[in-house]
């Protein structure tokens, strides 16, 4: 009775689907300025399917770098398929460039020019080239210094108790991303940064 179920719910799903567009400076008005380390031309608008932690299918839009465009449709393809529950996706501007109001809302998000949020010299963050993503940051929290970003996160910090919407190994999430060849910032010692997924390791 539970595969026919599942059987008639995959019938009566919307198939994935994507779009792509390119960006301007218009369209960008607090997440990029001159001086970052990419133009808006080298961005672009990915708009896909997710399903929702409501159960049903919706659109969200990133904002990431051209050469990320091919990997990030399989990423979320595959995770449309296994319907991993996604809570919103919108581009950090819709909280004006700011970061917290963003990890607050549990919105995940890609683009962003803005430097590291780490010890030691000043660099920017691989967010600034649009080559990295941060999924679910409430139920996926970064630990820096003792700090928990973001401050919702703290419910999710015993990462033995798996709950929907969590990066964790063997789940849907990481190996979804570790197929295309990007890299999990759960895994780094010290800070991890569950939510944080990169096209370069940083």
């Not at 008639?8 to 970052?36: K, N």
């Not at 501007?93 to 109001?101: C, F, K, Q």
């Amino acid at each position: 009775m539970r595969l026919l179920l599942l059987a008639v719910l995959a019938l009566q799903a919307p198939p994935f689907a994507h779009s792509v567009s390119p960006m301007t400076p218009a369209q960008l008005p607090y997440s990029w300025r001159a001086g970052c380390p990419v133009s808006p031309s080298q961005l672009r608008r990915l708009r896909v399917g997710y399903w929702g932690f409501d159960g049903r299918a919706h659109t969200g839009a990133l904002v990431v770098n051209a050469d990320a465009v091919g990997d990030l449709v399989r990423v979320f393809s595959r995770l449309y398929t296994a319907r991993f529950p996604i809570r919103r996706m919108r581009p950090i501007d819709a909280y004006r460039g700011r970061d917290e109001p963003s990890l607050e809302a549990d919105n995940t998000s890609a683009f962003n020019c803005r430097y590291a949020v780490a010890s030691g010299p000043r660099r920017w963050s691989v967010h600034a080239f649009g080559r990295a993503i941060d999924v679910n940051p409430v139920e996926n929290p970064y630990l820096e210094g003792g700090r928990v970003h973001p401050r919702g996160g703290r419910a999710y910090l015993k990462r033995s108790r798996v709950r929907a919407g969590m990066a964790v190994p063997g789940g849907l999430l990481v190996p979804a991303f570790t197929s295309v060849g990007w890299s999990w910032g759960g895994r780094w010692t010290g800070s991890p940064d569950y939510q944080h997924f990169s096209a370069t390791g940083g």
